[in-house]
């Protein structure tokens, strides 16, 4: 009776583990806002000159925040909270363009190396403190820090260091130009006068992270641990708004139960994955309002380009060519998605429509590896030189949707005379050990493109060496490499001119199309569901955002 | 019987060092790190950092160090800080040790009120239908996994009741004693805790009714019950006062092993009903590599089952005059 019940305990927490795991996998860079689609207003339009002060929007949180310092949580549910009570320098708008925050204007040199950003004389930290250049130059220089714990230094490789002018203005000073940098800068501003006492070795056992100081729109009421926390209005906001005086974010453990409970009217917000959407706007559309966006988060099949066989442009054509992406979108996803033809969603500003779509075509992919060589064996698999077309697709359980892709690809490939076998890893594993290492033929995993698409890490032939830990420097884990890309994705980055980054995207997606590294699968496309009562709803591609200016009736 | 007890505390030492030790080296071993829960993405992460977010926390450390560094601190009562929360490991658990301990105390205590009659009964009459219906119940209890059970009543109860029963939580948003009167926050708390409460119950109360049924019967075909039975005591008599006491002994020793679970929580049921409880806390951190709340769990875990396994063979000097400690 004793040993049966605790195998069982731990039986269970391996079963609850896959299950949490699901809810909380996928990458989580925090990026506010979009362009709002299809029923969304445009938040000026709808609404009226002042809005009263009034309601309480009760939200839901998968997990629980762990760390609510910006400049070292890096989770989902932190990034939540800390994006309301704390403000950047600058924001991402509707239209995914820097627009100012706490900096109302900024000008650089014509090197691009020196920045120079006005910041707002009306701002103040929820204890009523002033925000000044002092605390924009702390929270920059912390991480720049050689004693920084957190996830960010990667972000601000190119900063040399930040200097204050006078108490409104300061000065960003980088090692060399780099596009992407201005739209990092949404970080939100630390105290300096709460964090400055300890150095910032320390900063990660500061009991300020989880009783946040910021100069955001909302300040944290109370934290229930396991239960829920509130974000009480910010009278000294220095913008009109909040018109929502209290928000209440409860915790759910388990994504169904939580949808179930945004069902029974429990939140007035939340998300809406795509296998309960029909479902659920049938028995709520007249709660409801339903605000469909597609964002900047994708899947796709990524080929170990060093392996024999893919290392073949034509075997990875042919592959492309024998997977239906649309009916995976269609059947898998149930239609909650768009095929993509390349690494950038429609959403992103560099986003191209000329890559080359691969449709499905098994004579054409048959054609293509014949034509490199390619005889088909008795036991009707495509070889080469006595080298079987037989690969792995390694990723990761707990995603019903990535375990049913793979199933699907296995028998499109049969169908051409590839060999497939599927090996699912738990989550950590994964992402620890299969994808830094490249130790896979094909994985399925998903990308979230950051409001600046530079693609450096993911196909420079540089992110592809590894150290001395045997794990990639960059994340180039198709260990792909073309000289010609090299330079494109080189200029790419240092380009300051919009417009002609976004020639070079368009060249840069051509080659992936071409080349298929990647074959990019389909852009998600998510719901959020979001009670009538509530206004001026401004949303994103990751989200709702710019919760300030909502209200409700 | 002092001696015996001083035994048994030596020997837990010896034990308890094996679990830790045990314990320590696996989940190092386990693939994944904070590192890939703290870095975030792994895009994001250059070598240096990793690097230094080694050095912050001492993974850099070789591992026996690590592991006679964590047992130095737990031995002054110290089990750390979180390296997901950044904030001492023993506030994290205490925080959330009395919701477990309100959720499985109160479960445990009304499955023994209703197993141990019901499989005593069942006993006595046996293949009655009384008999039967409880045989059958209890096999489908322990049958039907309790994650199950938990989405059943969800959906059959909860989701139809229109928030008279709510879905998860442990009480409504506000709902302080103070202010609302204590009638009215008990019945809030009663609310949230009667669907939990009805899936725990239900796994255990088939396992203690099966196990009570088997002891009884087993008791009942004794000669000393035949033997009452003889000198023309009631049945009453017999049943109540001879075989049940005698029957009860084997059920303390159940409490053995459902002791520990009043403190570790029940993962499945804590999540689905989004129980703030320990099993909670120790799942996370497993699945966040959060290695001093994995330790802190797991030490305090087995140090609450031997302890147990020590009470229950003491409480058998209490029940059962025979048995004697040298």
Redesign the interface.
Known sequence: MRKPTRTATWLAMLLASAMLLTACGGSNKPAPTAEPTGTTPPAAQDAPKTPKIQGRLTWSAVGEPVNLNPILQSDTNSTFVVQRVFSGLVMINEKLEVAPDLAKSWTKSDDGLQWTFKLRDNVKFHDGKPMTGEDVAFTYNAIKDKGYTGPRSGDFAALEKVEVVDPYTVKFILKEPFAPFLANLTYGILPKHIYSAKPVAEMKDNPANRKPVGTGPWKLGEWVPGQYLTLIRHDDFYANGPYIPEMIVKFVQDGNVGVAKLEAGEFDIGAVPSSAIKRFKEKTSDVFNFYPYQGLGFEYLAFNTSKPGLNDKAVRQAIAHAIDRQKVVNDILEGEGTVLNAPVPPASWAYSEKPIRYSLDTAKAVKLLEGAGYTKGADGIYAKNGQRLAFTITTNTGSSVRESECLFIQKALKDIGIDIQINLVELATFQGKVLPTGNFDMTLNRANLNVDPDPYTYFHSSQAQKNAKGTFVGFNIAQYSNPALDKLLEDGRRENDQAKRKAIYGQYQDVIAEDVPWLVMFNYKSTYAIKKNVKGVVMSPTGPTQGWLWYTE | MTRYLAKRLIQMIPVLLGVTLVAFFIIHL????P????????????????E??EE?YGLNQPLHAQYFHWLSHVLRGDFG?SF????PVME?YL??LP?TLYLNGIAILLVYLLAVPLGAISAVKQYSKFDYAVTIFAFAGDALPN?LTA?LA??LV??PS??AI??????S?GMKAEQVGLWLFLLDRARYLILPLLVVMCQSVTGVTR?MRSSMLEVIREDYVQTARAKGLSERVVIYKHALRNALIPVV??A??VIP?LF?G???V????????VG?L???A??G?DYPVIMAFLTLGSVVTVVSFLVVDLLYVAIDPRIKYE
């Open positions: 386990a693939p994944g790190g590192m890939t829960v703290l870095g975030g993405d792994a895009a994001q992460l250059d070598p240096t950092q990793v230094r977010i912050a800080i997901v929360e950044s904030r994290m925080e959330r919701n994650f989405l969800l959906y909860a989701m229109k928030g709510p879905m998860g939580g442990i009480a948003y196990y020793t159940l053995g092993s679970a570790s029940s993962v499945i804590e999540q689905i009903f989004s129980w703030p409880g909670l120790g799942f996370r497993v699945a590599r």
